[in-house]
């Protein structure tokens, strides 16, 4: 598994550089279930072998891949929350003047 790996799949699912487990599995269903013939998808093996190898490779990366759990990362998951402590105190945001620690 190379990085070049890791960007073809994700090219294949249609992804971006940020994406969660949920949204590769749903992708994975959704692009093996307009490939499968029985429902009536295109026929072509060659695209559902395409489909199955990006999805196993996408997740042996996420299943090895070590979580974060620093307030930097957390504040980068969450936006709202990095705006809150900017600005929170800010009574144009909703605070006051006395929130100010």
Not at 2 to 21: H, P, S, V, W
Not at 53 to 77: D, G, I, P, T, V
Request: glycine content about 6%.
């Amino acid at each position: 598994m190379n990085f070049k790996d890791i960007r073809t799949a994700l090219e294949i699912f249609g992804l971006g550089e940020r994406a969660t487990l949920k949204q590769i599995k749903s992708r994975h269903r959704s692009l093996a279930k307009s490939h499968h013939p029985d429902h009536g998808g295109q026929t072509n093996p060659e695209q559902i072998q395409q489909v199955n190898a990006a999805y196993e490779l996408l997740s042996r990366y996420c299943e090895n891949y070590r979580f974060s759990f620093s307030e930097e990362e957390f504040l980068e998951q969450y936006p709202e929350e990095r705006l809150k402590r900017q600005f929170g105190w800010d009574p144009l945001w909703g605070g006051s003047s006395e929130d100010e620690s």
